[in-house]
């Protein structure tokens, strides 16, 4: 079966950058579409970030401007680096992908899910 891992989650003062990781095993990511999801608790899993292998991006707009998705195929392996973290940017965060090029929003798109990684942001 597919695998997703995240790693790279951390506790980082507000304003101080991270970069997440997902690295896949079982298959390749070519032509997939990847995302990465967040989850606070009591709160609903988000979408953060997209991206398909047209070079197509796509982002939250609470994370646009700060956050950068991107992908190295050889690896396997799809990155989100953050930048300017915020309190409101703590959460457990999620990568996800499904066969396809058109980058939904919405969780119930993604079949193949990682463990997650949890990102906490200190004011």
């Known amino acids: 079966q597919v695998q997703l891992v995240e790693s790279g989650g951390g506790l980082v003062q507000a304003g101080g950058s991270l970069r997440l990781s997902c690295a896949a095993s079982g298959r390749t990511f070519s032509n997939y579409v990847m995302g990465w999801f967040r989850q606070a608790p009591g709160k609903e899993r988000e979408f953060v970030a997209g991206?398909?292998?047209?070079?197509?991006?796509s982002y939250a707009d609470s994370v646009k401007g700060r956050f950068t998705i991107s992908r190295d195929n050889a690896k396997n392996a799809v990155f989100l680096q953050m930048n300017s973290l915020k309190p409101d940017d703590t959460a457990l965060y999620y990568c996800a992908a499904r066969q396809g090029s058109i980058i939904y929003v919405h969780r119930d798109w993604y079949n193949y899910w990682g463990q997650g990684t949890q990102v906490t942001v200190s004011s």
């Open positions: 991206l398909n292998w047209n070079g197509d991006t």
